[in-house]
């Protein structure tokens, strides 16, 4: 069965079965910059803003419908990535050139300007992550935790490892960032 493109209760149905939710929940529409990609089946819901080149990837979900969530240029969401918020207490924002690696949960609180987020970590509520830091891949950042420019934190709860050397800084963080403005192009480029 194929379908051609038509809308259903803002739901959108794409050709090849492919199906992309961006619901209004609350008066809130999401909205996004220019030149972004958003795979066929990312959830974008409510009261989201999100920058330029931007990318949001298979089965990531970006839920603003009890809080707002702010996102800034070339941030990259990679695939099965939630970010939500916490009900008239923690918006989410997120910072330009910032990579969340897949299958993360971001949750009420700040990535400032590049950051690197492993995959699968969990950051919480009211937590302030610093330009220039990372989070390793699998970390539990508890609640209130706040996050040094330029450090790695990593672990169950997630605690300060060293002071990131800016090479690294340089090899990691921007490289991911940069990769993923690559990588969406050629998807971009296959959706026209």
């Not at 493109?5 to 619901?23: G, P, S, V, Y």
């Amino acid at each position: 069965m194929r379908f051609s493109q038509f809308h259903f209760n803002q739901i959108t149905i794409f050709d090849k079965n492919i199906i992309m939710l961006i619901k209004t929940v609350r008066n809130f529409t999401p909205q996004w910059g220019t030149d972004c990609f958003l795979a066929e089946n990312a959830t974008l819901i409510g009261d989201l803003v999100m920058g330029d080149q931007c990318s949001v990837w298979y089965q990531a979900v970006i839920r603003g419908d009890v809080n707002s969530i702010r996102i800034g240029n070339r941030v990259n969401i990679q695939d099965g990535v939630v970010i939500h918020a916490t009900y008239e207490k923690t918006k989410t924002i997120i910072g330009n050139d910032v990579s969340i690696g897949h299958n993360a949960i971001v949750h009420g609180c700040t990535l400032k300007d590049r950051v690197l987020v492993g995959m699968g970590s969990i950051i919480m509520d009211n937590c302030i992550i610093e330009s220039n830091s990372i989070i390793a891949a699998g970390s539990v950042v508890t609640q209130n935790t706040h996050v040094p420019e330029g450090t790695i934190f990593a672990g169950i709860p997630a605690k300060k490892i060293k002071d990131i050397d800016p090479k690294l800084q340089k090899d990691e963080i921007e490289r991911i960032a940069k990769n993923y403005l690559m990588y969406s192009s050629w998807f971009k480029k296959d959706q026209n």
